[in-house]
T-cell receptor, first 114, second 113 residues
Framework: GDSVTQMEGPVTLSEEAFLTINCTYT??????LFWYVQYPGEGLQLLLK?????DKGSNKGFEATYRKETTSFHLEKGSVQVSDSAVYFC?????????????FGQGTRLTINP | DAGITQSPRHKVTETGTPVTLRCHQT?????MYWYRQDPGHGLRLIHY???????DKGEVSDGYSVSRSKTEDFLLTLESATSSQTSVYFC????????????FGPGTRLTVL
C-alpha cells in the first residue's frame, strides 16, 4: 500500500542554517504531496503542496519539489529561524473520488537554537 | 483559520469506560476525518465521513465507532477505552471544491489509565 518515509529526527540546527528534511514515498500513480507543520500545542497546518511531477511547492521560505524519478519530496529552507521550531510531516493523498485520505510520514521534530 | 473545534481538549479516563470525542465545524464542508497521532507513526486515519450518516473505516478503526447526524458534527466513540487508545486525536475537514486540502482541528489529548 501507499506509504511515506521521513528522515529520523529530532533535528537540531542553529539559526540561519540550511535545512533539509528528506521524504520519500511509495504509491501507485502520482498522488499529490504535502508538507504539514505542527507548532507546539497546535493542530497541523498545511505548509506547502505539489500536485504533479516537477511541481515546486513553496511557502514561508520553505520549498519542496515533486521528484517522480526518485519518488521524493524533500523539504528545504535556506535560512531557518527559531520560529521554525516545530514538527514537520510529509504526506500524500490517496483516493480519486469522494473523501481523499492522507497518508503521513512519522514526522520530524525540528529545533532551532538562537 | 478554518472553523473547527474539538471537545474536550484533554481527557483522562479509566480502562473500560466509554468515551466520546466531538468535532464541530462551521465551514459546511462535506468531508470529515478522525486521525490519531502517536510517536513514530505520524497521523493515522481512524474513520471518515463523506456526508450526513455516511461514514467509512480508515486504517486503524478497530475499537472505534463514529456518527454524523448533521453536517457540522462528527463524533468519535471509544466503546470501552483501552490503554492502547491513549493518543492525541485530530479531526480534519475538506471540501470537494478544495479536495486536496484538509484543515485540522486543535486536537484532543486522551489518556486511558
Amino acid at each position: 500500500g501507499d506509504s511515506v518515509t521521513q528522515m529520523e529526527g529530532p533535528v537540531t540546527l542553529s539559526e540561519e542554517a540550511f535545512l533539509t528534511i528528506n521524504c520519500t514515498y511509495t504509491a501507485t500513480g502520482y498522488p499529490s504531496l504535502f508538507w504539514y507543520v505542527q507548532y507546539p500545542g497546535e493542530g497541523l497546518q498545511l505548509l506547502l503542496k505539489a500536485t504533479k511531477a516537477d511541481d515546486k511547492g513553496s511557502n514561508k521560505g520553505f520549498e519542496a519539489t515533486y521528484r517522480k524519478e526518485t519518488t521524493s519530496f524533500h523539504l528545504e529552507k535556506g535560512s531557518v529561524q527559531v520560529s521554525d521550531s516545530a514538527v514537520y510531516f510529509c504526506a500524500l493523498i490517496r483516493g480519486r473520488e469522494g473523501a481523499q485520505k492522507l497518508v503521513f510520514g512519522q514526522g520530524t521534530r525540528l529545533t532551532i537554537n538562537p | 483559520d478554518a472553523g473547527i473545534t474539538q471537545s474536550p481538549r484533554h481527557k483522562v479516563t479509566e480502562t473500560g469506560t466509554p468515551v466520546t470525542l466531538r468535532c464541530h465545524q462551521t465551514e459546511n464542508h462535506r468531508y470529515m476525518y478522525w486521525y490519531r497521532q502517536d510517536p513514530g507513526h505520524g497521523l493515522r486515519l481512524i474513520h471518515y465521513s463523506y456526508g450526513v450518516k455516511d461514514t467509512d473505516k480508515g486504517e486503524v478503526s478497530d475499537g472505534y465507532s463514529v456518527s454524523r447526524s448533521k453536517t457540522e458534527d462528527f463524533l468519535l466513540t471509544l466503546e470501552s477505552a483501552t490503554s492502547s487508545q491513549t493518543s492525541v486525536y485530530f479531526c480534519a475537514i475538506s471540501d470537494p471544491r478544495q479536495r486536496d486540502e484538509q484543515f485540522f482541528g486543535p486536537g484532543t489529548r486522551l489518556t486511558v489509565l
